[in-house]
């Protein structure tokens, strides 16, 4: 079965940092990249980050350039979303799931096979 586990969420004041890992299993990096999306209360769900083994590339939307860092480690079928200098409008459900290439930035969720469930990050003021 495949399965996506996200966690490492958490309550981080203002420019601090949080490490989300998603645990994946039944597939491998190389059958799937890996996204994160994220949605804040009220508002829609955003595709911020994504780990494009079959491209060889990362990305990252706009929201989170500079602050965010994707990785993965094939060792521990774990993909981790690095977050510094998080800000109160950072505060979201974030999820991970499953890819079927080739990669889309513009609908990433159109291309989300298997979703991992959330995990939440609040930002404090």
């Known amino acids: 079965d495949v399965q996506l586990q996200a966690s490492g969420g958490g309550v981080v004041q203002a420019g601090g940092s949080l490490r989300l890992s998603c645990a994946v299993s039944?597939?491998?990096?190389?059958?799937?990249?890996i996204g994160w999306f994220r949605q804040a209360p009220g508002k829609e769900q955003e595709g911020i980050s994504a780990?494009?083994?079959?491209?060889?590339?990362?990305y990252y939307a706009d929201s989170v350039k500079g602050r965010f860092t994707i990785s993965g480690d094939n060792t521990k079928n774990t993909v981790y979303l690095q977050m510094n200098g998080l800000k109160p409008e950072d505060t979201a459900v974030y999820y991970c799931?499953?890819?079927?290439?080739?990669?889309?930035?513009?609908?990433?969720?159109?291309?989300?096979?298997?979703w991992g469930q959330g995990t939440l990050v609040t930002v404090s003021s």
């Open positions: 780990l494009v083994s079959s491209e060889g590339t990362t």
């Open positions: 039944g597939f491998t990096f190389d059958d799937y990249d």
């Open positions: 799931a499953a890819l079927d290439p080739p990669f889309s930035a513009q609908d990433m969720r159109s291309i989300v096979d298997y």
